[in-house]
């Protein structure tokens, strides 16, 4: 029972059982209003035509009596009461002390009439029953009064009807109302509830687990669709650090040791080689070059650069650090080729850009083959540009072009090649920044490499 009536609490703390309470009461409000309104144009308008007759008929007799006196007036009130033409209305003719002298009813009614001369009572019928009468009293000359009314039983009974109808509508009203949104509410609330539990088996460890979608097409199928993607970026990111950290490992491992064994070797010996002190240098500048890439990768990803970002000439840049990676190329006995296109400009950073480029030449030239070849072309496009770099090298398996982005990953063929795994993320960095798409594509032979950039850039916030 107190699980039972938890449930109910929590069930009736829900947003959605809360919203519905307010749109009941507003719902409510509009038939008050809408039964209002027919109350007015229905029961208000019998009253007043009703009141329009009392009123005729009050006047027609008031004129009687100033043209025929007293006497005439109980003889006019004596035919209508005697012929019957009209059961319904009501009749009385007193004197000063409200003794009746004509009528069709015995007794001066005990109820006080209203400002408007309007008053409402009962009669007695002959079936003992009582009969709402409302009439209108007048006074005729200094000492008689006169009361005309009407039997009103009809439009009791309709407005007993209308109040039944009306106080049954809006219970009625309610209860659906109210059942709605307990049905609402739960059918939120098991939907949240399975958010909330797939949330805490994430937490618990298990990032795996993904929100069950009902394929409903509604917004909770757009929440369940938006946060399974976040799930997967984040599993996709756990992935990539622990990755990194295997990474790092693995490569820092082998400089470290070497750097360590020698400095140990040194220390015993009584004379130093300059071979060993350079070989340390080279284990050091090693690691240094991979905290620095780590660096600057991770400045370029919060958007420290983007201060420096300015209009620049894509087609300089390429020119410039072709030229720069050219001597290296012929060394190889590699053809280096660059194809511009004038003077294109772009919102950007020069240094990021070239640094990009440049990697992605370094590791074509590296990975190229000797009397292999590097083509550097600008294509352009209404909204953006791409800089593609295309070698004739081994290329890299369609499977593994997700992989070797992200940080340290270095397929097994490139493990005899110096390196840190850093490049082509340092590249993806750069790219994302600029708000554009790094693209992998086999060159047949070899690998292609597109740098898609916008023209007008928006800065990601």
Not at 87 to 97: G, H, N
Not at 386 to 412: E, N
């Amino acid at each position: 029972m107190p699980l039972i009536s938890e449930n109910v609490r929590s069930l009736l703390r829900t947003s959605t059982f809360q919203l519905t309470i307010v749109y009941v009461l507003l719902f409510v409000v509009s038939v008050l209003v809408l039964f209002a309104i027919l109350y007015w144009s229905t029961i208000g308008s019998l009253k007043r035509q009703i009141d329009a007759t009392i009123d005729t008929e009050i006047l027609g007799l008031a004129e009687q009596y100033e043209r025929q006196g007293l006497g005439g007036l109980v003889d006019v009130i004596n035919q209508r009461v005697n012929r019957g033409s009209d059961d319904r209305s009501v009749y009385l003719f007193a004197d000063a002390r409200l003794q009746p002298l004509a009528g069709n009813i015995k007794v001066w009614p005990a109820t006080p009439a209203l400002a408007d001369g309007r008053i409402e009572f009962q009669i007695a019928a002959s079936d003992t029953s009582a009969v709402p009468i409302r009439a209108k009293i007048l006074s005729v000359g200094r000492n008689y009064w006169l009361l005309v009314g009407r039997d009103v039983r009809a439009l009791v009974e309709l407005n007993l009807t209308f109040e039944r109808s009306a106080a049954w509508g809006i219970a009625v009203v309610l209860a659906l109302a109210l059942s709605g949104g307990l049905l609402l509410s739960i059918s939120a609330r098991r939907r949240i509830a399975s958010i909330n539990r797939t949330s805490r088996r994430i937490i618990a460890g298990n990032f795996s687990e993904r929100v069950p979608d009902s394929g409903s097409r509604d917004e909770y199928h757009d929440l369940a669709v938006n946060i399974n993607a976040m799930l997967d970026q984040i599993e996709s990111l756990f992935e990539s650090v622990r990755h990194v950290g295997d990474s790092v490992a693995h490569d820092l491992k082998t400089p470290l040791t070497r750097l360590r064994n020698r400095l140990e070797l040194l220390a015993r010996q009584a004379t130093v080689s300059s071979e060993d002190i350079s070989r340390c240098v080279a284990d050091s500048d090693r690691l240094l070059v991979t905290f620095n890439a780590l660096l600057r990768i991770s400045r370029i990803e919060s958007g420290a650069y983007r201060s420096a970002f300015r209009q620049v000439d894509l087609s300089e840049i390429v020119q410039d650090t072709c030229d720069l990676y050219r001597a290296s190329a012929d060394d190889k006995g590699i053809s280096l080729t660059a194809v511009g296109k004038g003077p294109l400009y772009m919102f950007g950073d020069r240094e990021l850009l070239a640094q990009a480029l440049a990697n992605l030449l370094d590791n074509a030239v590296k990975y190229t083959p000797a009397g292999g070849s590097i083509n550097v072309r600008i294509e352009t496009r209404s909204d953006n540009v791409s800089i593609v770099v295309a070698d004739t090298g081994p290329g890299v398996p369609t499977a593994d072009t997700p992989r070797i982005q992200q940080r340290f990953v270095r397929l097994d063929a490139a493990r005899a090649e110096p390196g840190n795994g850093l490049g082509l993320a340092l590249v993806k960095a750069v790219i994302d920044q600029h708000a554009g798409e790094l693209k992998l594509e086999d060159n047949s032979p070899g690998l292609q490499v597109t740098m898609q950039l916008p023209l007008h850039l928006n800065l990601p916030q």
